[in-house]
């Protein structure tokens, strides 16, 4: 499958689980909120954005994608750091120590949503003309 609709796809199975999570939280007094937001805004919100991205983005600057190996790879990172984020964020409620987990699950995030601008950077800045002699 191709990557913008990898990424369509996880989105909106997030928007599912997200949403599903919302009504849990108004029916039980489980601390689901920073996981609820964030498995909607990077999960359902960013994933659509990164999908779309990747494929109108280089579209609009009449290039091609820079690498979808870069591509690939953020898809699987953002997803692994997503779900870590999901179940380890609520360690501000509770008296385990999820804390560790929300940090390198939150560094893997990051270094996802790195690689995305460094990929669509690279993809619509035309490269440099080459001088004519
Ligand atoms: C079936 C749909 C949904 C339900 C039942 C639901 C329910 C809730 C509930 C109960 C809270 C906690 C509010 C509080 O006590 O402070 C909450 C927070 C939140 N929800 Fe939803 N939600 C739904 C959909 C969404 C969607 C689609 C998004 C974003 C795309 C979203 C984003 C958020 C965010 C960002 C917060 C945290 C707000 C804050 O920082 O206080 N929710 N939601
Ligand atoms: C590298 C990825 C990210 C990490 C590691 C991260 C981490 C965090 C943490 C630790 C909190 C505080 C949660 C708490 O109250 O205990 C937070 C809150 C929040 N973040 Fe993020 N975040 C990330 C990306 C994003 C993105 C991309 C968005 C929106 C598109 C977002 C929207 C929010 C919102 C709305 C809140 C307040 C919601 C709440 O009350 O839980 N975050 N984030």
């Known amino acids: 499958m191709e990557v913008p609709l ?7 199975i997030y928007l599912m689980i997200g949403s599903t999570m919302g009504v ?3 029916l039980t ?3 689901l909120i920073p996981s ?4 909607l805004l990077i999960g359902f919100v960013s994933m ?3 999908g779309v991205g990747y494929h109108l983005l280089p579209v609009f600057a009449g290039t091609d994608l820079y690498s979808l190996r870069l ?6 990172l953002q997803n692994i750091g997503l779900i870590g984020l999901a179940f380890t964020m609520p360690y501000r409620f509770t008296s385990n120590n999820y804390q560790l987990g929300t940090t390198i699950f939150g560094l893997v995030s990051l270094l996802a949503i790195y690689i995305f601008v460094y990929n ?13 002699i």
């Open 6 to 12: 990898k990424f369509a796809w996880a989105s909106l």
């Open 24 to 26: 849990v939280m108004v």
């Open 48 to 50: 659509m954005i990164f």
């Open 120 to 132: 669509v950077a690279r993809s619509i800045i035309p490269p440099k003309e080459i001088k004519k």
């Open 36 to 39: 609820h937001a964030h498995v």
């Open 71 to 76: 591509a690939e790879i953020q898809f699987w």
């Open 29 to 31: 007094s489980l601390p």
